[in-house]
T-cell receptor, first 114, second 111 residues
Framework: DTEVTQTPKHLVMGMTNKKSLKCEQH?????MYWYKQKAKKPPELMFV???????INESVPSRFSPECPNSSLLNLHLHALQPEDSALYLC?????????????FGPGTRLTVL | GQSLEQPSEVTAVEGAIVQINCTYQTSGFYGLSWYQQHDGGAPTFLSY????GLEETGRFSSFLSRSDSYGYLLLQELQMKDSASYFC????????????FGQGTTLQVKP
């Protein structure tokens, strides 16, 4: 099973709303990632959790708040977002055991901020 | 800084062979990966090169020359379903698996 699942698939929110994106993997991977992707652009790394600890925050605004409740779950809490935050949010996971260390991506959540 | 360069667009016909090049300049290098992404879909892993040489996986092959900071993805016997964006990505950290992505190459396969 090489599946990463993400919910919801689509999300529309106002600038004053609070919402959360969820990501789950059951491959025993020890690293999980949040990316933001705009149309016709590459995925842009936001956060990395390694062994359930936040290891990379790519200077992401505080209106994005990641959480890793356990090794299989990753959340991204959203609050007071701006219209320019509208994008595809991708979650990925990898084994982190060296070698190929392939990142497996979930299908993404398409976020629209009104 | 860290940068990866790849062509923005490539067009080819069904059955042809196409090569997508990637040159990189990064502060760390553990390996070069290639990902495919169809419109509206998620990136999917195609190949990974950590050492110099050619890796073959079915119709797709990937090459790496670390001394030249260069790699390429070779797609053979092109099919319409190969129309997609292709990203090269350098793994720059062994502790976190962090990838730096190129800007992507849009491949259009014509009948």
């Amino acid at each position: 099973d090489t599946e990463v699942t993400q919910t919801p698939k689509h999300l529309v929110m106002g600038m004053t709303n609070k919402k959360s994106l969820k990501c789950e993997q059951h491959m025993g991977h020890r690293a999980m990632y949040w990316y933001k992707q705009k149309a016709k652009k590459p995925p842009e790394l936001m956060f990395v959790y390694s062994y359930e600890k936040l290891s990379i925050n790519e200077s992401v605004p505080s209106r994005f708040s990641p959480e890793c409740p356990n090794s299989s779950l990753l959340n991204l809490h959203l609050h007071a977002l701006q219209p320019e935050d509208s994008a595809l949010y991708l979650c990925a996971s990898s084994l982190l055991g060296g070698g190929t260390d392939t990142q497996y991506f979930g299908p993404g959540t398409r976020l629209t901020v009104l | 800084g860290q940068s990866l360069e790849q062509p923005s667009e490539v067009t080819a016909v069904e059955g042809a062979i196409v090569q997508i090049n990637c040159t990189y300049q990064t502060s760390g290098f553990y390996g070069l990966s290639w990902y495919q992404q169809h419109d509206g879909g998620a990136p999917t892993f195609l190949s990974y090169n950590a050492l110099d040489g050619l890796e073959e996986t079915g119709r797709f092959s990937s090459f790496l020359s670390r001394s030249d900071s260069y790699g390429y993805l070779l797609l053979q016997e092109l099919q319409m379903k190969d129309s997609a964006s292709y990203f090269c990505a350098v793994k720059v950290s062994g502790n976190t698996g962090k990838l730096i992505f190129g800007q992507g190459t849009t491949l259009q396969v014509k009948p």
